[in-house]
């Protein structure tokens, strides 16, 4: 028999034992998901809301189908011409976004105003992303989230949503982006972020610069090169503003000017409507902030946008409604991550203990508040429900055939800009459309067919389709 020899094992010149290497197992990511899953569910509460709105026929404004024609126009490489603004209008004459080009391929795709919203919910959700993080990377997980939740159902966003669609949906997550680029002493990045605001309106320039000299702010101490480039930014981000107002959105515009001119300070002074301004800045700081915002640097980001609109003699621009706060809310909540970061360390007591305090604070005057904003509607079963009304309008208008002209009110425009050249009623100019569609539920047109005729003294128009206060109108 021959003995089995065993494999001795491996050891040192000094006879020390060697042990086998081990394999090193694969290392988890352990980055808090937090952010996006709180994005995800706003997502989904901001979609929810806008399409709730959009089925219930409940658009506000005509700005939805405004977008979705020049997003159209986009789709199949035209001109970005909305004619809801008038015969050949270019909407680059009116505001200069061409960011909404991004949208193009997805609406060629999918050709209805649902894109839009869709699209606009997307964009919202994704800008607390990075207030979430930067809260967290400041305060830690747990503040860092509650902050993340009071932005999420702030007043401004959830107003923003609520106002079917508008442009400054991609300045929201380009401003938090870039501010928390700066609370990460990523000042380049802070700065490529911001760059892309000019591209988005004409005002955001100014935004950009704000940014760029708060980037350079504090740099100061650290970095002279930074400072130079961020110095460079900011004069770029003015001066892009004077050249589109001056010279670009001029150049397509038929009158040859800015037609919001006459809304910056015309028949009146910035105390007009103290009150509402004063009640702006309280919501604007008091529930979101605590105040405590107003330690921080970042703050004055804000300074452009407040300061057009309370400047302009326009009072649709001074209170909370509509979309016009929506580029503040990321300003302010990051401020505030800003400020609590400082205020940990403060030697004053009471000062520290609010700092500790706060976030839930804010996040649960967040979650109050919203049982009177927006969002609460999606805790009603009719929100998910399409009324028989609707589906009745939807009928009728059907009757218009694709690529029919059609003079319409905001209602029936919703759904007819995906298939048909639609202009917005008294602004057909110089063209006889086949088709009037109105919405009329208030009654206010006693005779139909007689404002049909008011609107087209050379035409004959006769009623076609009726239904819950629609009316639809074919010419003979």
């Avoid at 709105?53 to 126009?73: C, K, M, N, P």
């Amino acid at each position: 028999m021959h003995a089995t020899l065993a494999t001795p094992p491996d050891r040192s010149p000094a006879g020390a034992h060697i042990p086998a290497p081990v394999t090193p197992a694969p290392t988890r990511d352990r980055r808090p998901r937090d952010p996006y899953l709180l994005a995800t569910l706003l997502f989904v509460a901001y979609a929810a809301l806008s399409l709730g709105r959009y089925r219930h026929l409940a658009t506000r404004s005509w700005d939805l189908g405004i977008f979705e024609q020049a997003v159209r126009a986009y789709a199949h490489l035209r001109a970005p011409v909305a004619e809801l603004k008038g015969p050949g209008t270019n909407i680059l004459g009116d505001h200069f976004s061409p960011v909404t080009a991004l949208l193009a391929p997805a609406y060629r795709l999918f050709p209805t105003p649902v894109t839009l919203l869709v699209a606009q919910a997307a964009l919202f959700a994704l800008s607390a992303v990075p207030v979430t993080r930067a809260a967290a990377a400041l305060l830690g997980r747990r503040r860092g989230l509650a902050l993340g939740i009071a932005y999420g159902l702030s007043w401004g966003i959830q107003r923003a949503v609520d106002f079917d669609f508008h442009e400054i949906c991609f300045a929201v997550p380009l401003i938090a982006f870039a501010l928390e680029a700066v609370l990460t002493r990523r000042r380049r990045a802070a700065l490529l972020w911001a760059l892309p605001l000019v591209l988005v309106k004409e005002d955001l320039g100014l935004t950009l610069a704000a940014i760029a000299l708060v980037v350079a702010v504090r740099a100061r101490r650290t970095s002279r090169r930074a400072v130079l480039y961020a110095l460079g930014v900011a004069v770029l981000g003015v001066l892009a503003t004077v050249v589109t107002l001056t010279l670009v959105i001029p150049a397509f515009n038929t009158g040859d000017a800015y037609a919001y001119w006459d809304k910056v300070g015309s028949a009146g002074t910035p105390l007009d409507g103290l009150d509402t301004k004063v009640r702006t800045l309280a919501w604007l700081l008091i529930p979101t902030t605590g105040l405590l915002a107003l330690r921080s640097p970042l703050l004055p980001a804000a300074l452009p946008t407040l300061g057009w609109r309370f400047v302009s003699s326009d009072a649709h621009y001074w209170g909370t409604d509509w979309h016009y706060s929506a580029v503040l809310m990321p300003v302010v909540s990051l401020a505030l991550a800003d400020a609590l970061s400082r205020a940990r360390y403060s030697p004053r007591p009471w000062l520290r203990s609010y700092a500790l305090h706060l976030p839930a604070a804010v996040a649960a005057a967040s979650l109050a508040l919203t049982t009177t904003l927006p969002l609460s509607l999606l805790t009603e079963s009719e929100t998910y429900r399409k009324p028989a009304r609707v589906s009745a309008v939807e009928r009728m208008l059907k009757l218009v055939p694709d690529g029919a002209s059609v003079e319409a009110n905001t209602g029936p425009s919703t759904r007819l800009i995906s298939r048909c050249r639609v202009f917005w009623v008294g602004t057909a100019h110089g063209v006889t459309p086949d088709f009037i569609a109105l919405d009329n539920t208030s009654r206010s047109i006693h005779d139909v067919e007689a404002y049909a005729r008011q609107l087209h003294p050379h035409a004959a128009y006769a009623v076609v389709g009726a239904a819950y206060g629609y009316v639809l109108l074919g010419r003979r």
